[in-house]
């Protein structure tokens, strides 16, 4: 029997068995992928995908990349890509409008690989393996276009209830065996049989219910209710929220400044040949050291909420507002290399070759790509305390053997007295400086909550000194607000400061940068950068 050319008419062809049950597996196994994801992107109220199109490199860069910018028109597509995804993969998995549900589908998956195709590098979206052309994208859209063509794909579906067969209109009815009429309710697209295989995706549903519920949690109608008398009235201060308001789960909301409210691009300078923006992205929060005191959690939330996708945004952000430097741990090189891989963006590092092999950390963060090295701070105080001045020596020729400016980095004032007066001489210097006027430093109990004992002692001898110098540790970990952190560490003499900012805080603390550097610093050291 002929097709309808109606893509939303149900399919009256009917396959053999094989072929039917082939199809409804295929329909049914894409059509959950895209309710899974659709349902996910629903419950998950963090999600956008914003840093999908920011990120897209390809033909309609410009076009995915404006909708990012824009909070309206990002909303509507955010809410176009969970329900698009919802109601086509309910629709595949019930073989319901199976021909039109695997057409949006096909325009969706075709978006989606236009954004990020995998062309002759890696795509800039979540994968779990190397694509060359073809990704999951293409395979699944493929699938799917099997399904809108090939006839009788949605036989085991709810579009076989509403197929018609056309009979005599007022021939009589010929006589029937058993057989006879047991093979005509099975054509029968109304009898017994015929209606239960219908329902074919419907135990499947079922089973997807059950096991994101599993996999997710079961709701709990008590907490539900007890949340909505805890935020009654809520809902105007809701409406009044500003469209980059994140909601989650939790009662307490925040409003984080929109990429929109950015005032202008951090200035940069140089260190030799290097250009270095004066505010440097600080490692210690992505590589999970949150130096957070007795709040001992701490540290793996902040990994935990730093995964590779959040790095990368972070990563993108942080461009975006002129800071083109990260510092950070060797062990972080495998994820910037990737990050540049993708084409995502050209963040550089800089690499405090932290560990217990000196030199050997060294090589690995030239081999990772680092734009410059220096001798951690903590290893460089215990090479001093003792008395290792040529191993340290050694690692600043290693890295200018190399091409990249040297440094040697220090908590302690004495560890940079003491490098200089064995002769040390590095291209910059990485030393702490923050005061110590918040409320849980004590120099008389070292217990994680101070990291530069003598600010003004160290203010005045950096005055002295003829290199660049980076100032780390400016807000005592978190202790100290930007507001005041980030002027008493230019004025003190810093050059640049580097500081560890999620990706939330990165706008807010540039603004904050730039009026610092814009205004009249009474600076006693000149700058030497």
């Known amino acids: 029997m002929a097709v309808t050319s109606n893509p939303s008419a149900p399919t009256t062809t009917q396959p053999s068995g094989t072929q039917a049950t082939v199809l409804a597996m295929l329909r049914i196994a894409v059509g959950w992928h895209f309710l899974y994801e659709g349902v996910w992107k629903l419950f998950e109220p963090q999600w956008t995908s914003a840093g999908y199109l920011q990120s897209s490199r390809w033909v309609l860069a410009d076009l995915f990349q404006s909708i990012a910018a824009n909070a309206t028109a990002l909303k509507v597509v955010d809410l176009l890509n969970i329900w698009g995804l919802i109601l086509i993969g309910a629709a595949l998995m019930l073989g319901c409008l199976t021909r039109l549900s695997a057409w949006c589908g096909i325009a969706m998956l075709a978006l989606y690989y236009a954004a990020h195709p995998p062309l002759f590098a890696p795509a800039a979206a979540p994968v779990e393996g190397h694509y060359l052309l073809v990704d999951k994208n293409l395979v699944e859209l493929m699938a799917l276009a099997v399904v809108a063509l090939v006839p009788g794909a949605g036989w085991l579906g709810i579009d076989r209830l509403f197929a018609r067969r056309r009979r005599p209109s007022k021939a009589p009815a010929p006589a029937l065996d058993d057989r006879e009429r047991e093979a005509a309710v099975e054509r029968d697209p109304l009898g017994r049989r015929a209606v239960l295989a219908s329902l074919t995706g419907l135990p499947f549903l079922g089973i997807f219910v059950l096991s994101f519920l599993k996999k997710h949690g079961w709701g709990s109608h008590e907490e539900a209710t007890l949340a909505a008398k805890a935020t009654e009235g809520g809902e105007a201060a809701l409406a009044a929220a500003r469209p980059d308001a994140v909601t989650t789960a939790t009662i307490k909301t925040f409003q984080f400044t929109e990429l929109?409210?950015?005032?202008?691009?951090?200035?940069?300078?140089?260190?030799?040949?290097?250009?270095?923006?004066?505010?440097?992205?600080?490692?210690?929060?992505?590589?999970?050291?949150?130096?957070?005191?007795?709040?001992?959690?701490?540290?793996?939330?902040?990994?935990?909420?730093?995964?590779?996708?959040?790095?990368?945004?972070?990563?993108?952000?942080?461009?975006?507002?002129?800071?083109?430097?990260?510092?950070?741990?060797?062990?972080?090189?495998?994820?910037?290399?990737?990050?540049?891989?993708?084409?995502?963006?050209?963040?550089?590092?800089?690499?405090?070759?932290?560990?217990?092999?000196?030199?050997?950390?060294?090589?690995?963060?030239?081999?990772?790509?680092?734009?410059?090295?220096?001798?951690?701070?903590?290893?460089?105080?215990r090479l001093v305390r003792e008395g290792k001045f040529d191993l340290i020596s050694k690692a600043l020729d290693l890295i200018r053997k190399n091409g990249q400016p040297a440094g040697i980095g220090g908590h302690a004032l004495a560890t940079v007295k003491q490098c200089v007066d064995h002769g040390l001489k590095p291209d910059f210097w990485m030393k702490t400086l923050h005061h110590t006027r918040y409320w849980s430093a004590s120099p008389q109990k070292k217990?994680?909550?101070?990291?530069?004992?003598?600010?003004?002692?160290?203010?005045?001898?950096?005055?002295?000194?003829?290199?660049?110098?980076?100032?780390?540790?400016?807000?005592?970990?978190?202790?100290?607000?930007?507001?005041?952190?980030?002027?008493?560490?230019f004025k003190g003499g810093a050059d640049f400061i580097c500081v560890g900012m999620y990706d939330f805080q990165i706008v807010d603390d540039v603004n904050l940068a730039l009026g610092v550097l814009g205004s009249k610093l009474d600076r006693k050291r000149p700058w030497r950068a």
């Open 260 to 381: 929109a409210d950015l005032k202008g691009q951090v200035p940069h300078a140089k260190i030799g040949e290097m250009p270095l923006s004066r505010v440097i992205l600080g490692g210690n929060l992505i590589g999970g050291w949150a130096h957070a005191r007795d709040l001992i959690y701490v540290s793996k939330l902040v990994k935990a909420y730093h995964h590779k996708w959040k790095i990368f945004e972070t990563f993108l952000l942080a461009e975006k507002c002129g800071i083109n430097t990260f510092l950070t741990n060797p062990v972080l090189c495998q994820v910037i290399n990737e990050y540049w891989k993708r084409g995502i963006g050209k963040i550089q590092f800089i690499s405090d070759c932290g560990g217990r092999d000196l030199l050997g950390m060294v090589k690995q963060s030239i081999d990772g790509g680092a734009c410059a090295c220096y001798v951690q701070g903590g290893t460089a105080d």
């Open 447 to 489: 217990h994680d909550n101070i990291w530069c004992e003598q600010p003004n002692e160290t203010v005045d001898y950096m005055a002295t000194r003829p290199e660049p110098w980076i100032a780390f540790k400016t807000l005592a970990a978190g202790a100290i607000h930007p507001k005041v952190g980030f002027p008493y560490a």
